[in-house]
């Protein structure tokens, strides 16, 4: 069965140009349009949305939706094998050799996590901490991606930031229906927070690149300046996570930074609201006399 990518190139000579404009875009841009909207996709490239309904009639789809839902099976079949295959790490491995003494083996790996540990606090900065917590504190929306270790940091740091108040929600971008349920809250009023860690998985960074057009600033959370949100990003916050011998990465600096970044939040949220009564004080009210 053809996919959706063949079945744009066999229509596309009997297009009208209009709808070869829209072709183009969606051939140039398979992973967007795996979320972008009928209303969005109309403003990125100047045509009507009907002109866009008509071209997925054309195709041979009953309408946007079926199209969106083409390019999604594309991108789970093409490219997000391709992130799989590149990074061939199936199942943690240990050479027969390096377990024939577990003692030397643990104490390898605990200095591997200290030598990651003195990498991150090398690179340290309470200034930078503070400027991404002011970035968190302005956003009326804080809005965290990832996917695996990345989504348990992102998760780590929504149970932080909403004791601070802040108003935030996490965006698994392995879930086709949390990414589409996320496009909503995106605007000009958020802060979207890619955490990307090896094997950087594409549909975090294509959200990371949606958000930056609808406005929204953006933080990045990641290893390396290699990273592809590093150049998407307003600001990082770097964790390096190279060294683990038996996973892919290590949750220790990632947790650090999540750690550090809302400890600097809360302190921001603190210095903000002055001597003026917290939410939890205003609830153990109802527990006073006990009533």
Do not use: W
């Not at 650090?256 to 210095?271: D, G, M, P, Y």
């Amino acid at each position: 069965m053809s996919n959706i990518l063949e079945v744009i190139r066999s229509k596309y000579p009997t297009l009208t140009k209009k709808q070869k404009e829209i072709a183009d875009y969606m051939l140039a841009n398979p992973e967007n349009m795996c979320f972008v909207t009928l209303k969005t996709l109309s403003q990125d490239i100047n045509v009507s949305e009907m002109t866009i309904l008509s071209l997925c009639t054309t195709l041979g789809y009953a309408n946007y939706n079926a199209v969106k839902y083409e390019f999604r099976k594309y991108a789970a079949t093409t490219a997000k094998e391709q992130v799989n295959r590149s990074d061939s790490y199936v199942l943690p491995y240990i050479p027969k050799g390096d377990l024939q003494n577990d003692g030397d083996l643990l104490c390898h790996m605990a200095q591997d996590e200290i030598e990651g540990i003195n990498r991150f606090f090398r690179g340290f900065s309470v200034d930078t901490y503070y400027q991404a917590a002011r970035m968190i504190c302005r956003a009326r929306r804080v809005i965290m991606l990832g996917r695996g270790v990345s989504i348990q940091v992102a998760n780590y740091m929504l149970t932080r930031l909403t004791m601070s108040g802040v108003a935030c929600m996490t965006v698994d971008t392995e879930n086709g229906d949390a990414v589409q349920a996320a496009l909503h809250f995106i605007d000009a009023d958020s802060l979207v927070i890619p955490i990307s860690f090896p094997d950087y998985y594409f549909m975090t960074t294509r959200l990371a690149q949606f958000a930056g057009t609808r406005g929204a600033a953006l933080l990045g959370i990641t290893d390396s300046t290699r990273a592809d949100i590093a150049a998407l990003c307003d600001m990082c916050l770097y964790c390096p996570t190279s060294g683990t011998r038996v996973f892919l990465n290590t949750l220790t600096t990632p947790i650090l930074a999540a750690n550090f970044l809302t400890l600097a939040v809360s302190i921001e949220k603190n210095r903000a609201n002055g001597d003026k009564n917290s939410l939890a004080a205003e609830f153990s009210k109802f527990f006073d006399n006990g009533n």
